[in-house]
């Protein structure tokens, strides 16, 4: 879907008429919040968001699974497989599946870590403890009582924040922010705004950490296309992100296209892309996010160029110590109860 444009206004009309509706969603799932879910067995670290679309929980999951390797861990990331069509519980191979059967993102994360897709989280776990999983990674979930969950990590970014701060659909958030709040182990604020500065404060309040970090383009990614005039589209949460991000590389952004989050191209919509492209002597490009929705498809032009990034935290050793602590803690938790 993408972002009506009043969620990020701070008083609207359609906010304040969706209102009754918001507050009878986020009453719903607060309750639900508030059922006992079921203990994996093993560790499980939760990457989740307050809101409905992208901040970048994607990067800190592959951020999180090479600090676990670093630690000594075996991560398997758990996913319900957002806009594919199977239901799972299966592992995720680059080379038989496609985005249409588990999703971009999997198949993007498929490529650093192993990807449990399953739309039943228990199934799931049950599936990534077979493949030798010391710890599970879960993208997203948060609001998903099935599983407990050892560590919740939300994500936020930090230039966009919460926008109007309203439940669904009046605005984006997935349930009342108390009742997010309470359940958060550590808040991950991307970028250098100050949106989300108040959610960092009430947090603070009970002693939950802000870590900070940034999307660092990927060096051989900006080297193709300096000095050439570029037609970028995307279509993730935040496409300006993406093009704020090319700019701020150096990169002339000629021309842009923005798409709902994982919009799935037409074979017409690519042609037009590139056939534009060609015309006026523009390089495509795109997200990896993208890109992995596109592999696989024929005719797909090579001239696509896919702008990778990688989440860099500013303390890193903040982070190595909270994820080290929570992980002690749920063992001690799970050998104390035998």
Known sequence: MREPAFWYRPRSLQSYALWPLGALYGAITERRMLRKGVDAGIPVICVGNYHVGGAGKTPTVLALTKLLRELGETPVVLSRGYGGRLQGPVMV????????????????????????????????????????????????????????????????????????GKVFPAGPLRAPLKAQLARTDALVLIGDGRAANDVAAELAKRDKPELRARLRPD????????????????????????????????????????????????????????????????????????????????????????????????????????????????????????
């Open 93 to 164: 191979d680059r080379a038989r599946h496609t985005a249409v059967d588990i999703g971009d993102e999997p198949l993007m994360m498929a490529r650093d870590v192993p990807v449990a897709v399953a739309r039943d989280r228990l199934e799931g776990v049950a599936l990534a403890k077979s493949q030798g999983a010391t710890v599970v990674l879960m993208d997203d979930g948060f609001q998903n009582p099935r599983l407990v969950k050892d560590t919740s990590l939300i994500v936020i970014d930090s230039e966009r924040g919460l926008g109007n």
């Open 219 to 338: 060096a051989g990614s900006v080297a193709r296309l300096l000095g050439k005039p570029v037609f970028a589209f995307a279509g993730i949460g935040d496409p300006e992100r993406f093009f704020r991000s090319l700019r701020a590389c150096g990169i002339e952004v000629a021309r842009t296209r923005a798409f709902a989050d994982h919009h799935i191209f037409s074979n017409d919509e690519i042609a037009a892309l590139a056939a534009e492209a060609q015309r006026e002597q523009y390089t495509l490009v795109t997200t990896e996010k993208d890109l992995a929705r596109l592999r696989g498809r024929e005719g797909l032009p090579a001239s696509i160029v896919p702008f990778a990034v990688q989440l860099e935290f500013d303390d890193p050793a903040a982070l190595r110590q909270l994820i080290s602590d929570h992980l002690y803690k749920a063992r001690e938790r799970r050998f104390s109860r035998r």
